[in-house]
């Protein structure tokens, strides 16, 4: 009973923050997994089981002779031959070993859990989406070679007899394994002037996937419940099976549920500012990669999936993400949650650019384009959106960014409506010359043990101010904050000062502001005040980090420090007028320079999931006892 009164006041919290339905369903999802009704809702089968047969709809492609000539087809062979070989490119960054392991297919998803040999349960998710198989599968569409069809038959087959039907933990998540069935629809379309020979294998696997299609449904209510890019991947799942399988029993139910889902999710999860609820840039990314995908069957189809009315919210999303990505390189903001995903792997660019997904996004749905043709178009050309429209700019930038000819700069500071993702209010990003030279640390992994559970989310990780070592929020579990702060951002004075606000410390009684001002070409000020509005006041420790790229660097003075590029300088100072302050380097966890313990989570960048480069944590710190403190930082780039 001690417990529940304990517990009590966060449950209604929760409900307070996401509703008593989001709760509700929660709850009942936990309690049908409990009593074992998945269990009889999605029974276990042999992987190779076959039943009436089912007619599929192949999704066409463009032709080959076509796409020679825009395609990167050395990138193309390149990647393909890797995977023959056994590895793939795991979070869009790193190669991998290609296996299928560390599940027990033994046991029913619903009672699976992670072998001891595995520390994180993306290891296991990450090659069983299939997104791999894409590169075999244009490999072979540009090239005809059967190897790449006997590679990513043996692969299935493989994956197939690892994982038998709702057995394991690669049958969990109604998310994971709706991008699996897209991919594998995809991959077998692309493939289908041989697979359509191939009958045994064919019949197996159009068995398999009717089976991944049964059992996005009964856990929807979990995807509801999270209200996140998990629903609209398995609305996508959905749709893309009813249109993938011709004369399946359940085709309308399917094609009508992925719908209504997807349009609730359009209608319910972005901003007014265009920007997904998850607070986060790449998963911004996928639920566009979705949206993309979604136009390619409407294509296909002549059907209408998404209603009319929410097309504005897409144009909006896709300018958001154009205002956070970066001009030269296309390379988005490190913003939020990153868990790796990459999804429908048709281009050969960096995983981190952000080019691809906005002109294919803007040439199916026939926006304006925001870049002239080039590399990046590659997956408009596969999914043959062709754009005729001329490149248009958004005519307004956004409150939270501000732009000058060879420098730009973002500032984060949100009113929560949805969970938050890091606890991140009023963190500055900084961008010259196509280079994210102060940035955000990114996530490296969930689920790994300290110090990497998830540990990226911090205060102290992001480049803003920290008071007395605490979080802007309370943690309770890996992605979830309690008593969240609130933020807000407005334009003063000019279109070159952006002013942030938070009031995450108001605990203590204080609130955060932070002017961030373009003062000239190259020059950027940041102005931080710390307001206690408390009638006592008490001492306080508060610090301010910036993460800077590696480089190397040179200490002018104690707080000013000049960092050296290949083709510039920034030349960076932290002041305080009121105070003396302390300042240390710290990289890669270690304090290399000022007298501050080291911290295996500080001086890290992590670009994608699982991979961490060292990077540099300037940090100040001073101990006040004031009702006002102000903090100035000089950001100066230099051209070499």
Request: glycine share 6%; proline share 3%; net charge neutral.
């Given at each position: 009973?001690s417990?529940?009164?304990?517990?009590?006041?966060?449950?209604?919290?929760?409900?307070?923050?996401?509703?008593?339905?989001?709760?509700?369903?929660?709850?009942?999802?936990?309690?049908?997994?409990?009593?074992?009704?998945y269990?009889?809702?999605t029974?276990?089968?042999?992987?190779?089981?076959?039943?009436?047969?089912?007619?599929?709809?192949?999704?066409?492609?463009?032709?080959?002779?076509?796409?020679k000539?825009?395609s990167?087809?050395?990138?193309?062979?390149?990647?393909?031959?890797r995977?023959?070989?056994?590895?793939f490119?795991?979070?869009?960054?790193?190669?991998?070993?290609?296996?299928?392991?560390g599940?027990?297919?033994?046991?029913h998803?619903?009672?699976?859990?992670?072998?001891?040999?595995?520390?994180?349960?993306?290891?296991?998710?990450?090659?069983?989406?299939?997104?791999?198989?894409?590169w075999?599968s244009?490999?072979?569409?540009?090239?005809?070679?059967?190897?790449?069809?006997q590679?990513?038959?043996?692969?299935?087959?493989?994956?197939?007899?690892?994982?038998?039907?709702n057995?394991?933990?690669?049958?969990?998540?109604?998310q994971?394994i709706?991008?699996?069935?897209?991919?594998?629809?995809?991959?077998?379309?692309?493939?289908?002037?041989?697979?359509?020979?191939?009958?045994?294998?064919?019949?197996?696997?159009?068995?398999?996937?009717?089976?991944?299609?049964?059992?996005?449904?009964?856990?929807?209510?979990?995807a509801?419940a999270?209200?996140?890019?998990?629903?609209?991947?398995?609305?996508?799942?959905?749709?893309?099976?009813?249109?993938?399988?011709?004369?399946?029993n359940?085709?309308?139910?399917?094609?009508?549920t992925?719908?209504?889902?997807?349009n609730?999710?359009?209608?319910?999860?972005?901003?007014?500012?265009?920007?997904?609820?998850?607070?986060?840039?790449?998963?911004h990314r996928?639920?566009?990669?979705l949206?993309m995908?979604?136009?390619f069957?409407?294509?296909?189809?002549?059907?209408?999936?998404?209603?009319?009315?929410?097309l504005?919210?897409?144009?909006?999303?896709?300018?958001?993400?154009?205002?956070?990505s970066?001009?030269?390189?296309?390379?988005?903001?490190?913003?939020?949650?990153?868990?790796?995903?990459?999804?429908?792997?048709?281009?050969?660019?960096n995983?981190?650019?952000a080019?691809?997904?906005?002109?294919?996004?803007?040439?199916?749905?026939h926006?304006?384009?925001?870049?002239?043709?080039?590399?990046?178009?590659?997956?408009?050309y596969w999914?043959?959106?062709?754009?005729?429209?001329?490149?248009?700019?958004?005519?307004k930038?956004p409150?939270?960014?501000?732009s000058?000819?060879k420098s730009?700069?973002?500032?984060?500071?949100?009113?929560?409506?949805?969970?938050?993702g890091?606890?991140?209010?009023?963190?500055?990003?900084l961008?010259?010359?196509?280079?994210?030279?102060?940035?955000d640390?990114?996530?490296?992994?969930?689920?790994?043990?300290?110090?990497?559970?998830?540990s990226?989310?911090?205060t102290?990780?992001?480049?803003?101010?920290?008071?007395?070592?605490?979080d802007?929020?309370?943690?309770?579990?890996?992605?979830?904050?309690?008593?969240w702060?609130?933020?807000l951002i407005e334009h003063?004075?000019?279109?070159?000062?952006?002013v942030?606000?938070?009031?995450?410390?108001?605990?203590f009684?204080?609130?955060?502001?932070?002017?961030?001002?373009?003062n000239?070409?190259?020059v950027?000020?940041?102005?931080?005040?710390?307001?206690n509005?408390?009638?006592?006041?008490?001492?306080h420790?508060?610090?301010?980090?910036?993460?800077?790229?590696?480089c190397?660097?040179?200490?002018?003075?104690?707080?000013?420090?000049?960092?050296?590029?290949?083709n510039?300088?920034?030349?960076?100072?932290?002041?305080?007028?009121?105070?003396?302050?302390?300042?240390?380097?710290?990289?890669?966890?270690?304090?290399?320079?000022?007298?501050?313990?080291?911290?295996?989570?500080?001086?890290?960048?992590?670009?994608?999931?699982?991979?961490?480069?060292?990077?540099?944590?300037?940090i100040g710190?001073?101990?006040v006892?004031?009702?006002?403190i102000?903090?100035r930082?000089?950001?100066?780039f230099i051209?070499?």
């Amino acid at each position: 009973m001690s417990g529940f009164v304990k517990t009590l006041p966060l449950i209604i919290q929760d409900v307070k923050n996401f509703g008593v339905f989001q709760s509700g369903a929660y709850l009942v999802y936990q309690l049908f997994k409990k009593v074992g009704l998945y269990h009889l809702l999605t029974p276990t089968k042999p992987a190779f089981s076959s039943t009436t047969k089912v007619e599929i709809s192949p999704f066409i492609f463009p032709d080959k002779t076509a796409l020679k000539k825009v395609s990167d087809q050395d990138s193309i062979k390149t990647v393909a031959e890797r995977i023959l070989k056994g590895e793939f490119l795991a979070f869009g960054m790193t190669w991998s070993p290609l296996e299928f392991v560390g599940t027990d297919a033994s046991l029913h998803w619903s009672k699976s859990k992670l072998i001891d040999s595995v520390d994180d349960i993306k290891k296991i998710w990450e090659p069983a989406r299939f997104d791999w198989s894409l590169w075999l599968s244009k490999a072979y569409h540009l090239t005809g070679d059967v190897r790449y069809y006997q590679g990513f038959k043996k692969y299935v087959q493989d994956f197939m007899e690892r994982n038998p039907v709702n057995s394991g933990l690669n049958w969990q998540s109604g998310q994971e394994i709706a991008i699996r069935l897209i991919n594998l629809s995809i991959s077998f379309s692309l493939f289908f002037k041989i697979i359509d020979s191939d009958l045994q294998f064919k019949e197996q696997l159009v068995f398999y996937l009717q089976e991944h299609a049964k059992r996005i449904s009964p856990t929807l209510i979990y995807a509801y419940a999270q209200n996140n890019n998990h629903l609209v991947s398995e609305a996508v799942g959905l749709i893309t099976a009813s249109v993938f399988f011709k004369n399946h029993n359940s085709i309308n139910r399917l094609k009508k549920t992925g719908v209504f889902w997807l349009n609730y999710c359009l209608q319910h999860q972005f901003d007014d500012q265009g920007m997904y609820l998850q607070h986060s840039t790449n998963y911004h990314r996928m639920v566009l990669d979705l949206l993309m995908w979604v136009r390619f069957l409407e294509n296909q189809t002549g059907q209408i999936f998404i209603y009319q009315q929410n097309l504005k919210t897409i144009n909006k999303a896709s300018e958001w993400l154009y205002f956070n990505s970066d001009s030269l390189s296309g390379e988005m903001v490190n913003y939020g949650h990153n868990d790796g995903a990459y999804l429908f792997q048709f281009a050969s660019s960096n995983y981190r650019d952000a080019r691809p997904i906005l002109q294919a996004i803007c040439g199916g749905y026939h926006f304006s384009p925001f870049f002239e043709s080039g590399l990046y178009d590659e997956k408009s050309y596969w999914l043959d959106f062709i754009n005729t429209k001329r490149v248009s700019k958004p005519d307004k930038c956004p409150d939270f960014r501000l732009s000058h000819t060879k420098s730009w700069a973002v500032l984060r500071a949100n009113h929560f409506t949805s969970r938050p993702g890091q606890a991140d209010q009023n963190h500055v990003d900084l961008w010259f010359s196509g280079e994210n030279v102060v940035c955000d640390a990114g996530t490296y992994s969930y689920n790994l043990p300290e110090p990497w559970h998830n540990s990226l989310v911090k205060t102290k990780i992001h480049n803003t101010v920290t008071v007395d070592g605490l979080d802007q929020m309370d943690q309770h579990g890996t992605f979830r904050w309690r008593n969240w702060s609130s933020g807000l951002i407005e334009h003063e004075f000019n279109k070159n000062t952006i002013v942030g606000k938070h009031d995450g410390y108001k605990r203590f009684g204080i609130i955060h502001s932070r002017q961030l001002t373009n003062n000239g070409e190259n020059v950027w000020l940041v102005n931080d005040t710390i307001t206690n509005k408390n009638s006592i006041i008490i001492p306080h420790n508060i610090s301010i980090q910036w993460l800077i790229k590696d480089c190397e660097y040179q200490i002018v003075t104690q707080n000013h420090l000049i960092f050296s590029y290949n083709n510039f300088q920034l030349d960076l100072e932290i002041q305080c007028d009121q105070v003396p302050i302390d300042f240390g380097i710290i990289r890669a966890g270690i304090c290399i320079y000022g007298d501050f313990q080291s911290d295996p989570n500080l001086g890290w960048y992590s670009p994608s999931y699982l991979v961490k480069q060292p990077a540099l944590s300037i940090i100040g710190k001073i101990r006040v006892q004031k009702n006002l403190i102000n903090l100035r930082t000089i950001l100066h780039f230099i051209n070499c």
